[in-house]
């Protein structure tokens, strides 16, 4: 197989608490790897490490521990040249369209700004290219000369997007970037990331709670619970059959938009949400997880589990579990 | 049932080099005590504006027109010395950006505190129990721990249910809650709603929920009000406005949510165009211009909120039109 396009490997990031409190163990050894043009969702609870994943691998955050490899090169040891050539071919799309756009900037210069600084394109040329990438997400010319605050949020947001963009990266990392938005223009913009990734051959990697927003754009699914990944599956396995205990239970709290539908609810999670000052021992689900006495010898107490290969296909595993139940994955819902 | 808050006539507008943005105009509700009332619509339609009147928090240079009766009285007529027992006591509100209602220089803790010192006077000790107390029931870890924690230390779940707990601190009769489950992953949105639920079985609070998660207005609320552009589009119970809605903004929205069930390799079903500038435009229908059923009179008449059988009401002119589309099912 050739080098996948990001190769995460035990990646940890852990914040010092003040006052002699134990450390955040925000990520705690995440390992995945992100093929070219592959689009990898990652959900999971509030608090687990999704965002803090995310800046550690830009290299927003540095690492704890562990490596980040983009496109064979390791990007810890990377000198402040590579670097940027790197982040030219990874780029990021904020929750926030408000805050993630400077208000004193017309979309003109929002656009070409990237340019300039990478030194891209005649001076001449880079009026043309930011008309072509207002052009790729949808929005017109007229455009060109207006400042953040005269657009709606939606549109705010694809213009955050062009310029992520501006320097034709292979890889997107979205974090929450649709939550701002209303129905109407999420249904706009996710369209808009299946066409670009159509287009230009995206990778992404896409954080979202919305999980009907994550089935309809990504070809897997990594499910972290504190600072881990608990279940790595390919979209269609993972939407037909969640295999982790924790994976159930998140998809069983899914509000459906059909009034007659029951209720959701956390389905058997227990006690209280966790904390990743205070890591459970063994696996750190077991305090909340609805099966962990069907393990004999309170090994979910003692053991963590390996994350492992649970059903293979052409491109490898497609999908893989932390968990000591049986070989489930096919166990009974 | 009694109202316990009663919206007539608002009409909120801001000055603006141009004509004024009219924000809010001419919107009537009514909030049972007990119930939840989801208020949704596009983004600019007026919902926060909304909130914020009931809490008489609009900036000085809004105009606002109307009457908001709140316990036999007009909250838009109250001195700002009375609001001070009436907000966050009485009718609170958890804000859409919890990164902005949080101090960032204080703990969690010493805001919560601050809230049950200034509204129930309770002493610093008892101030600090019951902040811990309230930190646990929105389901906080280890609250005790998180009560010395900055705003920057916590994910943004977190803050958001750090002001959930301190809206909740004094038992309001009115919770506005804008988009207040929006940055949190499903289990704890289930587990925040269960606890709106149970706090208004308790104290029959009422909850206006401001939401674009039509999942999330399908399983919490008693009633649902569509806003587009500062306007009420309709109005219903949840049931039938989901089985039948009977305006074409109501249904576009319905049809482009992304559902579990769908085809994953076909686009969504969007509402073509961009969201309404609130121009206070008083002829014709705000959402015409995308309208995939406009007609002529859309543009030029005045479409009213017109009542309906069981207790609906919709502001279309061409209702049958909606039908007879729906009914060849293209839902
Ligand atoms: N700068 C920091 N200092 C200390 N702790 C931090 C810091 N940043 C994040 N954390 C902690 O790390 C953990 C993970 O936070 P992160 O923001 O990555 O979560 P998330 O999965 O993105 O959550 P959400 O879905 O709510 O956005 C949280 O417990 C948070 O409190
Ligand atoms: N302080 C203000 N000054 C001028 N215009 C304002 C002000 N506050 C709100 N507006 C305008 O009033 C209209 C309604 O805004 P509001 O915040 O109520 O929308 P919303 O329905 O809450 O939207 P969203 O879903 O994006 O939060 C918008 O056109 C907005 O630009
Ligand atoms: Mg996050
Ligand atoms: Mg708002």
């Known amino acids: ?333 | 049932m009694t109202a316990v808050l009663e919206v007539e006539d608002l009409a909120v507008s801001f000055p603006s080099r141009g004509k004024p943005v009219r924000a809010v105009d001419e919107l009537s509700l009514s909030l049972e005590a007990g119930e939840t009332l989801g208020l949704v619509g596009e983004s600019g339609s007026g919902k926060t504006v909304t909130a914020l009147a009931a809490l008489g928090l609009l900036p000085r240079s809004s105009r606002v027109r109307g009457r908001i009766l709140f316990d036999g009285r007009d909250l838009l007529t109250l001195p700002e010395r009375e609001w001070r027992r009436v907000r966050g006591n009485r009718i609170s509100m958890v804000f859409q950006d919890p990164m902005t209602s949080l101090n960032p220089l204080l703990t969690i803790g010493r805001q919560l505190e601050e809230v049950f010192e200034c509204h129930r006077s309770l002493p610093r000790r008892q101030a600090r129990t019951a902040s811990i107390a309230a930190l646990g029931e929105v389901g906080l870890p280890r609250p005790e721990a998180r009560m010395d924690a900055y705003p920057h230390e916590l994910s943004g779940g977190m803050r958001q249910r750090v002001l959930i707990a301190m809206a909740l601190a004094c038992r309001p009769s009115v919770l506005f809650a804008d988009e207040p489950t929006t940055a949190l992953d499903v289990t704890i949105q289930a587990q925040i709603l269960d606890l709106l639920g149970r706090m208004q079985r308790e104290s029959a609070m009422a909850v206006v929920l401001i939401t674009h998660d039509l999942g999330v207005v399908a399983s919490s609320c008693d009633r649902v009000h569509v806003l587009y552009a500062g306007r009420s589009m309709e109005t219903a119970r949840t049931d039938p406005l989901f089985a039948a809605p009977m305006h074409p903004y109501t249904s576009g929205l319905l049809r482009s949510v992304p559902r579990l069930d769908d085809p994953r390799d076909q686009p969504l079903p969007t509402i073509a165009g961009h969201p309404a500038v609130a121009d206070g435009r008083r002829e014709g229908c705000p959402f015409e211009p995308r309208c995939p059923h406009a007609a002529l009179p859309c543009r030029t008449d005045p479409i009213p909120l017109v009542a309906l059988p069981g207790g609906r009401a919709s502001a279309c002119s061409r209702p049958d039109a909606l039908r007879e589309l729906e009914a060849r099912g293209t839902r």
């Open chain 1, 1 to 333: 197989m050739s080098t996948p396009l990001l190769e995460v490997r035990d990646l940890a990031k852990h914040f010092p608490s003040r006052g002699g409190q134990a450390d955040v163990q925000a990520v705690d050894g995440v390992s995945f790897d992100l093929r070219a043009g592959e689009s990898l969702g990652l959900v999971g609870e509030s608090g687990c490490g999704k965002s803090t994943l995310a800046r550690t691998i830009l290299g927003l955050e540095a690492p704890s521990r562990g490596t980040v490899h983009f496109d064979g090169q390791s990007l810890g040891e990377l000198s402040r040249k590579s670097w940027k050539a790197i982040r030219r071919r990874m780029q990021v799309v904020f929750q926030d369209p408000f805050a993630s756009l400077d208000p004193r900037q017309s979309v003109l210069s929002i656009l070409t700004e990237p340019l300039v600084i990478h030194g891209l394109f005649k001076p001449r040329e880079r009026r043309l290219r930011a008309l072509a990438l207002l052009d790729a997400v949808g929005l017109g010319a007229q455009h060109l000369h207006r400042f953040p605050h005269e657009f709606s949020g939606g549109q705010r947001q694809r213009i955050g997007i062009a310029r992520a963009l501006a320097l034709e990266p292979e890889l997107l990392v979205c974090d929450e970037p649709l939550s701002a938005l209303d129905v109407s223009i999420q249904a706009q913009i996710v369209n808009l990331f299946v066409e670009l990734r159509q287009r230009f051959g995206l990778a992404y990697l896409f954080i979202a709670h919305d999980l009907a927003v994550v089935r309809k754009l990504c070809d897997r699914v990594a499910v972290m619970y504190l600072g881990r990944i608990v279940e790595i599956a390919e979209s269609e396995d993972l939407y037909a059959e969640p295999g982790h205990p924790y994976t159930r239970a998140l998809f069983s709290a899914i509000p459906v938009p059909d009034p007659r539908a029951p209720r959701p609810r956390a389905a058997g999670l227990r006690g209280e949400v966790a904390d990743p000052r205070e890591r459970p021992t063994g696996c750190a689900f077991h305090p909340r997880c609805p099966r962990a006495e069907e393990v004999p010898e309170a090994r979910c107490r003692r053991e963590g589990p390996a994350l492992l290969p649970r059903r293979m296909n052409a491109n490898g595993p497609a999908r893989t579990m932390a968990c000591h139940l049986a070989p489930a994955g096919q166990a009974e819902r």
